[in-house]
């Protein structure tokens, strides 16, 4: 649990990125295995060999991917609700005079 609202260190969100791109890479080295050994079997291998094709291009993009940023709450004057809104004394129509 992080105290701070601050962003991980790049070092961190550096080797985050590299294991999400060995991890990938890794379902790729499978699916390619897969493929070969269902070579007998035209649409099982056929889909793993698109598997292991595109997941290249998947995980590169991944890897160059930062982490969103946070979104800021930005403090901000808001009006009031009427109810919070003191009358004026013109506005309250009474007028108190004092002659003495």
Do not use: C
């Not at 099982?44 to 979104?71: E, I, Q």
């Not at 009427?82 to 004092?98: H, K, Q, T």
């Amino acid at each position: 649990m992080l105290i701070t609202e601050a962003q991980p260190s790049l070092g961190d969100q550096h080797a985050a990125r590299k294991k999400r791109y060995v991890v990938t890479m890794l379902i790729r080295m499978v699916s390619l295995l897969l493929a070969a050994a269902f070579y007998q079997t035209v649409w099982l291998m056929a889909v793993f060999a698109v598997l292991g094709t595109v997941l290249p291009w998947v995980a590169v993009v991944m890897a160059n991917d930062r982490p969103p940023k946070k979104k800021l709450a930005v403090n901000r004057y808001q009006v009031p609700a009427p109810d919070r809104i003191l009358e004026s004394r013109a506005a309250s129509g009474r007028v108190i005079d004092s002659d003495a």
